[in-house]
């Protein structure tokens, strides 16, 4: 589940009313001329917020369901932002589907939301995620920005200019929060679902707040930490400037004058700072003369996976991690490093149970929560599973094909869960090599833990590079099997 924690903690609502006041004025730009709007006001830790009354014929749209889970979904709908809001629509259905699949006793969820910014062009929507399962309630936070200049709906993340920007923020809010009292630092990693709600004070300093028990004790409630914004302003980006602007004024009778124009054809938007490439950009796998290997380790995360990490970090490796549900659950912020750190998650069931034996409907289950786990704390949509065992049928295939997961198996196995001796280990893995093999182990062992430095420099040695499974396949097909990516021999 996406860890908000086990208590919510009620977390003051602060209405920022647009009170004119001799130091509160500010000039800005608006629709192409210049006027003098009131400074925004309010508490230093907070987001600012918007009166929907300032936003000409703003709109809510509303769903609930009552199926056993309690669903109430609200978010605004602005005229003339079509993108912004089919993203609402979609980031809310989501995270609803998410929210039953990956919680087993779930009970209720309700989604609100308020404004953070509308003005030049720029609209900012924060919303709140109220859910309870048998764990009990916890609530979350996430900001979604549109830049109504360039017609783009756009992650909080995508107020900084790049990764770089954000790993740099990372390191920025780690400084404030290592003396808090139970902030687990491990959990907070750049990506884009940890740092999913930013947003600007009324003095314009960044802040960045996280979900109830995502990066600290449950009983510590909402985590947030401001960076001022003369440390934040080198990290903005162009529309992270715009958006700040907006942010720190009230802007009466704003309105978006114009729907959005046809899209463009061929125009496509970069990947946002914090979602992941599936291994190193740098590496063609494609390219004859190259010598690709993917290691993959399943049953994770364990409780040395940390220690595998560190070694592949040390070589530059990426590798491919088929997670369970249940370690998933226990080490969320080691996914969250998985993730963070180039590798890539696959889905290796809840239950680890044989699929070729499960109906359908058994086989949908256990894929399905585990493709939420990974969402709700990554934001990673899976696109590659592992039948246990290697144990697949035409249900499993089928299934598979409809939740968009190709099957992996392996071309090496390194029979680590039998043979628990490190030397044997690392022997399996390389003596077959080539390029283009799948190398199965799992990193639940400690032997594996401590084989995989020696298998790492042995395959240094031969010149191999060490990539994710979907660096190394290319495209893959939902429903087929895949066991190696070895190059095709020449016809003759």
């Not at 399962?133 to 979604?144: A, C, F, K, L, V």
């Not at 802007?251 to 970069?270: L, N, R, V």
């Not at 191999?464 to 990516?485: I, N």
């Amino acid at each position: 589940m996406r860890a908000f924690g086990a208590a919510a903690i009620a977390v003051a609502a602060v209405l920022l009313v647009g009170a004119c006041s001799e130091e509160g004025n500010a000039e800005q730009t608006s629709g192409g001329g210049s006027e003098e709007r009131p400074k925004a006001t309010g508490a230093p830790e907070e987001l600012t917020a918007v009166d929907p009354e300032h936003v000409v014929g703003l709109g809510e749209e509303r769903s609930s369901e009552d199926g056993g889970v309690a669903i109430d979904i609200a978010y605004p709908t602005v005229p003339n932002a079509d993108p912004l809001n089919e993203r609402l629509g979609a980031v809310t259905a989501r995270e609803a589907d998410d929210f039953k699949a990956a919680n087993p006793g779930a009970k209720n969820l309700s989604i609100s939301w308020g404004l953070t910014a509308a003005g030049d062009d720029v609209v900012g929507v924060r919303l709140t995620q109220d859910e309870e399962d048998s764990e009990g309630p916890r609530t979350g936070y996430s900001t979604y920005w549109y830049d109504a200049a360039n017609e783009h709906p756009a992650l909080s993340t995508e107020l900084l200019a790049g990764q770089e920007e954000l790993q740099e923020l990372d390191g920025l809010v780690k400084e404030r929060l290592k003396d808090e009292e139970g902030v687990d630092l491990s959990a907070i990693q750049p990506i884009a679902r940890t740092y999913d709600s930013m947003g600007f004070n009324p003095d314009g300093d960044l802040v960045v707040e996280f979900d109830e028990g995502q990066v600290a004790d449950a009983g510590a409630g909402r985590v947030f930490a401001v960076v001022d914004s003369e440390e934040a302003d080198p990290l903005l980006s162009d529309f992270g400037e715009r958006a700040r602007a907006a942010a720190t004024v009230v802007t009466p009778d704003f309105e978006i004058p114009e729907p959005p124009s046809a899209p463009k054809d061929g125009a496509e938007q970069g990947a946002a700072p914090g979602v992941m490439p599936v291994g190193a950009e740098d590496v063609d796998c494609a390219d004859p003369e190259s010598k690709c290997v993917a290691l993959t380790f399943d049953d994770g995360p364990g409780e040395r996976t940390p220690e595998l990490l560190d070694a592949l970090a040390e070589h530059d490796a990426r590798a491919t991690f088929f997670v369970t549900g249940g370690p998933v659950r226990e080490h969320p912020e080691t996914l969250r490093r998985e993730y963070a750190e180039g590798h890539e998650v696959g889905n290796h069931t809840v239950n680890h149970p044989d699929l070729a034996t499960l109906s359908a409907g058994e086989v949908g289950d256990e894929l399905s929560t585990v493709n939420a786990l990974i969402r709700r704390e990554t934001g990673h949509r899976v696109g590659l599973m592992r039948p246990p065992y290697g144990s697949t049928d035409d249900t499993v295939s089928q299934v598979s094909e409809e939740q968009g997961l190709a099957e992996i198996i392996w071309s090496i196995d390194t029979n680590d869960w039998k043979d628990r001796d490190s030397g044997i280990v690392a022997k399996r893995a390389v003596r077959d090599i080539r390029p283009g093999s799948i190398v199965l182990m799992h990193d639940i062992h400690d032997t594996t833990i401590d084989a995989v430095p020696t298998i790492l420099e042995k395959l240094e040695k031969k010149g191999y590079t060490m990539v994710t499974v979907s660096q190394l396949l290319g495209d893959t097909d939902p429903g087929e099997s895949y066991m190696d990516g070895h190059p095709e021999e020449p016809a003759e």
